[in-house]
């Protein structure tokens, strides 16, 4: 486990502080995945030269609105004055997009970039920073992930991070197509912009 503490005031908490309010609000095996997502996001952070304390809270808070209800999200929605197209889908979106929302506005967190992050780490975009890509791949990649494909993944992740989402996006594309689900338009973008120009 990293053991170190956030020194560039990003956030209102400690990273300690920060553990024990995505602890309380989680599941003991969703607890156990954000760690291990923070843990694969410093490491690439490190590779690729991201900041490591913004890799580190965004990860701790990718999934802190995971196990929201589906009724808490739709309130939120509407509290939050979000576009109504949000109310049609659930959980695999809302605790991202609608989650950074809850985020900004209950931890009092304001940093764009975490943000952000924080919002399309399900979906990517096509339009990612670094922070955005590190976190998109090591949500995939961590090391509590065992399924056929993340192997590749984590290979790729190792030398081209820009590789990494591709596959990743692909890799997830052909998963929701199997199982007859919709797919939302920003990953149909992601992988318009990283899989259409790159050999993987």
Same mark, same amino acid.
């Given at each position: 486990?990293?053991?170190?503490? /956030?020194?560039?005031?990003? $956030?209102?908490?400690? =990273?300690?502080? @920060? ?21 694969? *996001? ?5 590779? /690729? ?7 580190? $809270?965004?990860?701790? @808070?990718?999934? /802190? ?10 309130? *939120?929605?509407?509290? /939050? ?27 009092? $967190? ?6 952000? *992050?924080?919002? $399309? ?21 961590? *090391?509590? =992930?065992?399924?056929? %494909?993340?192997?590749? %993944? =984590? ?10 989402? %591709? ?34």
């Amino acid at each position: 486990m990293c053991e170190f503490d /956030y020194q560039l005031n990003l $956030i209102p908490l400690t =990273r300690q502080e @920060l553990l024990s309010t995505v602890c309380e609000k989680v599941s003991k095996k969703r607890f156990k995945h954000i760690l291990g997502v923070e843990q694969a *996001a410093i490491e690439l952070a490190k590779r /690729y030269e991201v900041s490591i304390e913004k890799a580190s $809270i965004a990860a701790l @808070l990718h999934d /802190y609105c995971k196990e929201l209800s589906d009724e808490q999200f739709r309130q *939120a929605i509407v509290d /939050y004055r979000l576009d109504s197209e949000l109310l049609d889908w659930n959980n695999n979106i809302w605790h991202g997009m609608v989650g950074r929302f809850i985020i900004e506005d209950v931890l009092d $967190i304001h940093d764009v970039e975490i943000l952000h *992050a924080i919002e $399309i780490h399900t979906t990517g975009s096509n339009q990612m920073n670094l922070l955005d890509k590190v976190l998109y791949v090591a949500d995939y990649i961590e *090391a509590g =992930r065992s399924f056929p %494909a993340v192997e590749a %993944a =984590r290979l790729i992740a190792a030398s081209n991070l820009d590789a990494a989402v %591709a596959y990743e996006t692909s890799q997830t594309l052909l998963h929701l197509i199997r199982q007859n689900v919709p797919i939302h338009p920003l990953t149909l973008q992601t992988y318009n912009h990283f899989c259409a120009n790159m050999l993987v």
